[in-house]
């Protein structure tokens, strides 16, 4: 199959702070932003309004009281289709005070292999009219934006990319009953953690790599819609 592979850095590293994990999307997204604004070409990056194609997971282990505490060791996972970018704020974050202490880091690129499920580790999120998608909304709406923000990243990744005529879900399951709540600027982002099951055929396993790479629906570079497959 013809695609552009993405990279995925596993990062150990200890916070200055006690983070607690509601805050943690906002923290780690500001510690990535600080990185970049040590690079001309990333500050550019992250100012542009467009996909950045990055998304990153909560970091692990999960606290039992739901802090990340200072002083102490996890590892996070940053995935995205521009190797440059990893690099550079992998040097930035062990160089410059951006609020972690690196412990360790390693890049490695992610070969495509065969897609039959998404699960989302962390939650979906997608506007709709000034507001967040909630299950009133309807797993039909959510499934065919997703669909939709696959088809624009990949256009972005994959130049010569056609969109298909039809969706490359072929069925979707909400895994959580109540929205999933995250602080952002003083508000809250809800969200939903879902499982697609992909179509077999050469473009809908494009678009499901695409959103293993740089994450599904929207806010990926708070780190929204991680993925892992089977």
Same mark, same amino acid.
């Given at each position: 199959?013809?695609?552009?592979?993405?990279?995925? #850095? %596993? /990062?150990?590293?200890?916070?200055?702070?006690?983070?607690? =994990?509601?805050?943690?999307? @906002?923290?780690?997204?500001?510690?990535? %932003?600080? *990185?970049?604004?040590?690079?001309?070409?990333?500050?550019?990056?992250?100012?542009?309004?467009?996909?950045?194609?990055?998304?990153?997971?909560?970091?692990?282990? =999960?606290?039992?009281?739901?802090?990340?505490?200072?002083?102490?060791?996890?590892?996070?996972? +940053?995935?995205?289709? !521009?190797?440059?970018? =990893?690099?550079? +704020?992998?040097? *930035?974050?062990?160089?410059?005070?951006?609020? +972690?202490?690196?412990?360790?880091?390693?890049?490695?690129?992610?070969?495509?292999?065969?897609?039959?499920?998404?699960?989302?580790?962390?939650?979906?999120? %997608?506007?709709?009219?000034?507001?967040?998608?909630?299950?009133?909304?309807?797993?039909?709406? =959510?499934?065919?934006?997703?669909? %939709?923000?696959?088809?624009?990243?990949?256009? /972005?990744?994959?130049?010569?990319?056609?969109?298909?005529?039809?969706?490359?879900? @072929?069925?979707?399951?909400?895994?959580?009953?109540?929205? +999933?709540?995250?602080?952002?600027?003083?508000?809250?982002?809800?969200?939903?953690?879902?499982?697609?099951?992909?179509?077999? !055929?050469?473009?809908?396993?494009?678009?499901?790599?695409?959103?293993?790479?740089?994450? #599904?629906?929207?806010?990926?570079?708070?780190?929204?819609?991680?993925?892992?497959?089977?």
């Amino acid at each position: 199959m013809d695609i552009i592979n993405y990279h995925e #850095m %596993s /990062l150990t590293f200890i916070p200055r702070i006690n983070v607690p =994990l509601e805050q943690c999307n @906002e923290w780690l997204s500001k510690i990535i %932003s600080k *990185a970049m604004s040590f690079s001309k070409p990333l500050k550019i990056k992250h100012k542009n309004n467009e996909f950045k194609l990055y998304v990153f997971d909560l970091p692990r282990p =999960l606290e039992t009281n739901k802090v990340y505490f200072a002083d102490r060791a996890y590892v996070v996972r +940053i995935r995205s289709f !521009d190797l440059k970018f =990893l690099l550079g +704020i992998n040097s *930035a974050l062990k160089s410059e005070d951006c609020g +972690i202490r690196v412990i360790s880091s390693h890049i490695v690129p992610v070969p495509y292999i065969p897609i039959t499920t998404l699960t989302t580790l962390t939650p979906v999120v %997608s506007s709709i009219n000034g507001r967040y998608w909630v299950n009133d909304n309807g797993l039909l709406v =959510l499934r065919d934006r997703i669909f %939709s923000n696959a088809c624009r990243k990949t256009k /972005l990744i994959k130049k010569d990319f056609v969109e298909p005529g039809d969706n490359f879900i @072929e069925g979707i399951i909400q895994l959580n009953k109540v929205p +999933i709540s995250a602080k952002y600027k003083g508000a809250s982002l809800l969200g939903a953690k879902v499982e697609v099951t992909v179509k077999e !055929d050469e473009t809908s396993q494009v678009l499901a790599y695409t959103m293993m790479g740089a994450g #599904m629906l929207e806010k990926n570079s708070l780190g929204f819609g991680f993925c892992i497959s089977k």
